[in-house]
């Protein structure tokens, strides 16, 4: 299936997922800045509260594209320590890159968090949400990042993914929804007719719209309504 775009991904996403609907003990974490889209569906049509969780890949010296890592707000990191042995690749190189990106990954959360403090997950089903699986070094960060915060159940949820990243993350996470697995999978993009870069407004924006909603819907419960 070739998605129109995120927000289409999201709305198929939420059907898989609507089990999760209303629950009480469920949260929803996006992986901006691609999956924050795609969690806004999912969050909406599921009337769960969205948070996200900053995760930076550790790209390759010369072809970023591809990850040989990740790192995880608060401190979690996923190293690929096979491609790291077979590329030779220096501790001061691995620690440049690992400098440079976690410099990002503060910037990106004081522009999309602020002062807010992240959502409480112990105890909770969280679904984790992206816009694609390649490699799954953001993903494996990210689980590891939210292991920690003793959740009940680790849900990662994604629109497209490598078959072979897809399986190896059921034996991280307590279950694994990608839609679509294609043989020839290259590249996340591939797989959507509009693959533009999202934006931190874009982030930000949808983040606000999913506390406001969240708030709406509080108050009409508590109205009986």
């Not at 693959?195 to 874009?202: C, G, R």
Request: with cysteine.
């Amino acid at each position: 299936m070739l998605f129109l775009d995120r927000t289409e991904a999201g709305r198929v996403l939420a059907h898989r997922l609507a089990a999760y609907a209303n629950y009480p003990d469920a949260v929803v974490i996006a992986l901006p800045r691609g999956g924050v889209p795609v969690a806004f569906e999912i969050a909406e049509e599921l009337n769960l509260p969205l948070d996200i969780l900053v995760v930076r890949k550790l790209g390759l010296p010369g072809h970023e594209e591809f990850a040989m890592g990740a790192i995880a707000s608060g401190g979690a990191r996923f190293l690929n320590q096979d491609l790291i042995r077979q590329l030779s690749l220096s501790d001061e190189i691995i620690g440049h890159i690992v400098a440079r990106e976690q410099r990002e990954l503060e910037r990106r959360e004081r522009t999309y968090r602020g002062q807010r403090p992240a959502l409480d997950v112990r105890g909770h089903n969280v679904i984790i949400v992206d816009d694609g699986l390649a490699t799954g070094s953001s993903m494996r960060a990210a689980i590891a990042a939210l292991r920690e915060k003793r959740p009940t159940k680790l849900i990662v949820a994604v629109p497209v993914g490598a078959g072979m990243t897809c399986s190896e993350l059921e034996e991280l996470a307590d279950e694994v929804i990608c839609l679509e697995k294609p043989e020839n999978f290259s590249a996340v993009g591939l797989w959507y007719r509009d693959f533009s870069q999202v934006t931190d407004e874009e982030v930000n924006n949808l983040l606000e719209r999913n506390r406001r909603n969240s708030a709406a819907r509080n108050i009409s419960q508590e109205a009986g309504i």
